[in-house]
């Protein structure tokens, strides 16, 4: 089409003002202030990943250390130490951390917005984060790490057998971390549901939004009673409550049901915005539309309410009563059926799809085989008998692993080769991509297959080392071999990233051909995410061929952050929100919430101080900014 | 644009109220959060008192009711003069909003001061059995959230004295007052867990 100057300079004019009012601080005082939601989101990526490697590390001593029997390279301390690090680290630190990072980058592009709803609250659960991981790793390397290990069971976890302070620095990070998560959770839901395009309806949401939905809410109701759960334990530590002390009429299984009550459904916490991935590179890679929206959809729903459900199942071996035990032995093997659905919509989808066989579809083709591995024992050990057979043997390591690293991790990297091109405006490698896969996946298997036939044959976790003669000692050294191939494969991971940033291919904007609103705009998109704003007509925007002339979203001031609200249900356009501009509060309220939470560790009356620390941050943080001081209504000669 | 339909949204406006908000939104959320917080220990008040062969253990009363059936009275009370401060503001009556702050914010300490009283007078502490440890704890954390509401509605009630609120800015009153009648509602079914349960479910 053919503008005239004045239009074309006006429209670069209204691009350079939405960059000079969207765009980050720059330097280090800078960065301490920034609020975008992409900024946030990296943050959270690369320090997940970070943590990723201290994990794996610690697991692969672990690894080194059973590679033979009554191997003295690790003292049990350090054992102890190492697997309720790598435990914590990896649920805590990583796995949930890592998916809302990518939520926050993606979620925003995906439905349409500039931004989320409240940025400021973004940066804040990204300090709470750091702040926790930072304590916890200090305390491992000075030798006081937890070591009850990371569901720190009492009265294991209690004062009598636990007389340091390893155990307080575990509960109060891990209910700090939980302030983070909840944080999130709040933001995500808010976004979604109110700051979607124009058109986007909840039936055109793509699945991942759906997902990360599903497991906002599911961080909502799951982690509070973790967090009273940690307080109690944390009062029982410090003031001599006697929550868990069945001497003083407290009891050690409630501690079980608290912690399993989150627990179980962190998992799901986990997978299921993993399974959002999933769906996003079949629909790409298959090169159609999904088969069976709605049955995803429902499933995803499903398993979230589910998920609360089978906690018990943690607990087969407490002694609880019988008739209880097979409920929970229901809902176990209810849960395979959503998950199932999912899978068989999956498949359906492939089946008929012209496949692209690049990096993040192998991915997506690992976690089908894995994952349904996984499945398989759990329906296994839903069974009370069986799991009284193979409780706290390596059966239930293999489990979990298969289910983790299956159902999530595979996703993850899938992701992260699906979207890095989206974050950094680079391609990674595909040959590098291909050998990371398969590296990974041989790895993978080699470590953890194993583990069944050791839990089996009655290896039980969490021991430093075994004897000679029991016959364990070959499958351990595979299984050690196994671990050092998915190093190399992590290794390779790693190189592949160094060598994109540095000199790798540049992205187009949609370097996959993709269907979703994420590659509609820049890679990496422009500080101001899109302009003009789109509108959507379809369940796959950049695919869809609307009747008519392309519609877009015009009117948001460009001289301040202006995101477009639209109603809950219809995607109507209803009002624009003004957001907050950077800013250092987030930073004052997370230290002074470190105050209190460190209190707790060392001096109770460091709390209230704390307490009234957190009510001056956020006092000063919720206070008008001078522009919004006087309403336009008032002032006459404003807008 | 050339060939491209515009939806112009610039006459929207730029402050709503209600379930229009983000922000009312992020405060029901929070809400869900605290209940669960808040059902999580009223669950395990109900657990220990089942693994209990005595609810309250032995040498201790059942808790007295006169002074706390009082107290529940006068937070329940204080609900009012906030509900009629966010009404009036809704209204543009800015005079409304700071005298009904005043009146629930003072009934909210009156509350406070009754249950420091109340406290001091009880025969056992946080750390003699499971059921002193789940009282004090209850109680400490329900103390807490209606101290945050006397801080939080003294910031609400400066901004309202130098005159930020008005008939179309009044999200903040509205969200306060959200807080507050969830911090005395659920109140009520912790005064019931904790002063009739030991006497009626026995």
Known sequence: MDQGPDLRRAAADEHLELERTWSSPCGLIGWFSHVNHRSIGRRFIVTAFVFFLLGGIQALLMRLQLASPESGLIDPDTYRQLFTMHGTTMMFFFAVPVMEGFAMYLVPLMIGSRDMAFPRM??????????????????????????????????????????????????TMVTFIEVSALVAAVE???????????????????????????MAFMILFAMPPLMIGSVMLALDRTVGTHFFNPAAGGDVVLWQHVFWFFGHPEVYIIFI??????????????????????????????????????????????????????????????????????IFCWIATLWDGRLVFRTPLLFVLGFLVIFVAGGVTGVMIASVPFDLQVHDTFFIVAHFHYVLIGGAVFPLFGGVYYWFPKITGRMLSERLGQWNFWTMAVGFNVTFFPMHQLGLEGMPRRVYTYVDGLGWDNLNLLATVGALILTLSVLIFLVNVAISLRS????????????????????????????????????YPRWEKAEGPPVVVIGLRGDRREVLVTQTMEATPDYRSVLPGPSFAPLWLALAA??????????????????????AALAWWHWPREHERTPPWKAGTAS | ???????????????????????????????????????????????????????????????????????TIVLLASSVPMYIADRGITKGRSRRLLVGLGIAVALAIVFLVLKVVEYSGVSYRWDDHAYGSIVWTIIGFHSAHVMSLVLKSLVVGTLAWRGYFDGRRHLGVQINGLYWHFVVAVWVPLYAVLYWAPRLLD
């Open chain 1, 273 to 342: 915005p993993a399974l959002g991935m999933v769906s996003s590179i079949v629909i790409t890679f298959a090169r159609r539309p999904i088969f069976g929206y709605k049955a995803l959809v429902l499933s995803l729903v499903a398993t979230g309410f589910i998920g609360f459900g089978l906690w018990v199942h943690h607990m087969f071996a407490t002694g609880l009563p019988y008739l209880g035990m097979s409920f929970f032995t229901a809902a176990s093997m209810l849960i395979a059926i959503p998950s199932g659905v999912q």
């Open chain 1, 122 to 171: 973004n940066a804040f659960g990204y300090y709470v984060y750091l702040i926790a991981g930072v304590v916890l790793y200090g305390a491992f390397f000075l030798g006081m790490a937890p070591d009850a290990g990371w569901f720190a069971y009492v009265p294991l976890a209690g004062k009598t057998f636990e007389p340091g302070l390893r155990m307080d620095f575990w509960a």
């Open chain 1, 504 to 539: 790798g291919a540049e992205a187009s904007a949609d370097p996959w051909a993709a269907d979703s609103l994420e590659w509609a705009t820049g890679s990496p998109p422009p500080s101001y995410n899109f302009h003009p704003l789109p509108v959507v007509r379809g369940r």
């Open chain 2, 1 to 71: 644009m050339n060939g491209t339909a515009a939806i112009d949204v610039s006459h929207l406006p730029n402050l709503v109220s209600g379930g229009r908000a983000p922000l009312w939104w992020a405060m029901v959320l929070l809400l869900a959060i605290e209940g669960t917080v808040f059902a999580t220990l009223v669950v395990s008040y109900f657990y220990l008192r089942m693994v209990a062969p005595a609810w309250p253990p032995p040498g201790v009363e059942p808790p007295e009711l006169l002074l706390p059936t009082i107290n």
């Open chain 1, 188 to 214: 995500l839901i808010v976004t979604i549901l109110k700051q979607r395009a124009v058109g986007m309806t909840f039936t055109r949401m793509p699945l991942f939004v759906w997902a990360v939905l599903v």
């Open chain 1, 594 to 615: 470190t105050v209190a939470f460190l209190g707790v560790v060392y001096d109770v009356r460091l709390v209230p101080v704390g307490g009234l620390l957190s009510f």
